[in-house]
């Protein structure tokens, strides 16, 4: 059974549709980049699949339930969690309070466990504001943060961005390591190409709302086949 199938996927905004009859799935364990030029409808798919936006057409089920009409409350539940600027940190809370109010499990020690093998220095900031963290370390504490909650299926929105290439490969590791250990299935929007290929086992492209053209990473010439799309 897949982890995430999506169907026909047809979304957007106020009267503007966006996504358009966008179909993919995801194999449990599995990484799965989608690129393509500014606008094309990135984040518009993972809202979309997570529930802040009204499906269209289509069905999106995770794990086999169905979760077309879900609200992003309920498909967190199904073990979903989203990634992204937008749904960032609470400011003015403590690192560890973030943590604790992201990580429901009640072994916080297992999730303190997985941040100190995602980004080790956070577990020296846990007093620390999370607003005064740099913004490059804002964005460690929502990845670390987000793979200690032990979601199932992760979808996430250009993390890398702003980061520092060091942090790049680092957080490239990383997220193999969690997909490794825990079987952790990712759905990343991404514009940093060479990342995307050294993390993800499958690439798709989406050209204005759809689906363009799709590869597996390990094929030589998928570098090439994506550039062919980013280009002005
Ligand atoms: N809240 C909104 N209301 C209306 N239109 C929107 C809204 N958010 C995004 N759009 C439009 O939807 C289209 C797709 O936007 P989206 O953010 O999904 O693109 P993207 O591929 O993620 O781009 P980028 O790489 O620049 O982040 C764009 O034309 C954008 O202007």
Redesign the pocket.
């Known amino acids: 059974m897949n982890a995430l199938s999506v169907d026909n996927l047809s979304s ?3 009267g ?1 549709v ?1 996504l358009r009859e966008v179909s993919l799935s995801l194999a449990p364990g599995e990484i799965l980049a989608v690129l ?10 993972l ?1 979309a699949v997570m529930g802040f936006l009204p499906k269209m057409t289509g069905t999106v089920a995770i794990s086999g339930s169905e979760a077309t009409k879900l609200s992003p409350h309920r498909v967190a539940r199904l073990g979903v969690g989203y990634v992204a600027q937008e749904k960032a940190l609470f400011q003015d809370m403590s690192v560890e309070e973030n943590l604790r109010l992201a990580v429901r499990r009640p072994d916080f020690e297992a999730a303190l466990a997985e941040v100190e093998a995602s980004f080790p220095f956070l577990l020296q900031r846990l007093k620390q504001r999370a607003g005064t963290l740099s913004g490059g370390e804002q964005k460690m504490l929502l990845m670390a943060r987000s793979l200690a909650t032990g979601a199932k299926l992760l979808l996430i ?2 993390i890398t961005e702003g980061l520092q290439p060091s942090v790049i490969d680092r957080l490239a590791g990383v997220i193999r390591s969690a997909r490794d250990r825990h079987g952790t299935t990712m759905l990343l ?1 991404e ?1 940093h190409l060479p990342f995307a290929l050294a993390v993800a086992d499958r690439w798709a492209v ?1 050209d204005r ?1 759809e689906i363009a053209e799709t590869g597996a990473t390990s094929e030589p010439e998928s570098r090439a086949r994506v550039l062919k799309h980013l280009s002005v």
């Open positions: 957007g905004y106020a503007a966006v393509g030029k500014n606008g094309m409808g990135k984040s518009t798919l809202k929105d250009e929007v514009q989406l709302g």
